[in-house]
T-cell receptor
């Protein structure tokens, strides 16, 4: 089954304690992205990656890091989480535009609800 | 800068009536436009997209959207609403300036009343 998985689904942590949220896709997609969803603000893109070892900032990258060492994985790292990073996080992937099979359609993971105390 | 606006936080409609969820955009160049739906406690699901071609785009679950270049709008429509259509709807645009950035609207909660 084609899917994007995220772990953990729920996480409560304290300020300053480094954490990683994993994201994996099994569709061989080149493009992967992280979003955060906050009430009244919709989804805002944090980082995206167009392929292995290629990452770029979205609209709200401050306080986050990412890496893309393998095509299927795109972890989100919070080196020193703060309460303003409490949010619902989504990972997404899609095939790169330009390929004949590209759809530009993003497939989203189920979300990770993070609370930073 | 590219942007997407969803002017209504919530739309209420009676079951069986037509529904419209509004979206306007601001982009440089030709837009790639999308609608996604989010059901409670779920990730987002793709509904439909406009890349080029026919201004009326048909998507999943009987939804359609009309691209209007002069009004820079991409409103989501359905001829007859179902209670099961109640969800949070997001309009999105892809940056066509050589990046893969996506900009999402703030979302519109659709409530279909039985």
């Amino acid at each position: 089954e084609a899917q994007v998985t995220q772990n953990p689904r729920y996480l409560i942590t304290v300020t300053g304690k480094k954490l990683t949220v994993t994201c994996s896709q099994n569709m061989n997609h080149e493009y992967m992205s992280w979003y955060r969803q906050d009430p009244g603000l919709g989804l805002r893109q944090i980082y995206y990656s167009m392929n292995v070892e290629v990452t770029d900032k979205g609209d709200v990258p401050e306080g986050y890091k990412v890496s893309r060492k393998e095509k299927r994985n795109f972890p989100l790292i919070l080196e020193s989480p703060s309460p303003n990073q409490t949010s619902l996080y989504f990972c997404a992937s899609c095939a790169a535009s330009g390929r004949r099979t590209s759809t530009d359609t993003q497939y989203f993971g189920p979300g990770t609800r993070l609370t930073v105390l | 800068a590219q942007s997407v606006a969803q002017p209504e936080d919530q739309v209420n409609v009676a079951e069986g009536n037509p529904l419209t969820v509004k979206c306007t955009y601001s982009v440089s160049g030709n837009p790639y436009l999308f609608w996604y739906v989010q059901y409670p406690n779920r990730g987002l699901q793709f509904l439909l997209k406009y890349i080029t071609g026919d201004n009326l785009v048909k998507g999943s679950y009987g939804f359609e959207a009309e691209f209007n270049k002069s009004q820079t709008s991409f409103h989501l429509k359905k001829p007859s609403a179902l209670v099961s259509d109640s969800a949070l709807y997001f309009c999105a645009v892809r940056d066509m300036g050589g990046t893969y950035k996506y900009i999402f609207g703030t979302g519109t909660r659709l409530k279909v009343l039985a």
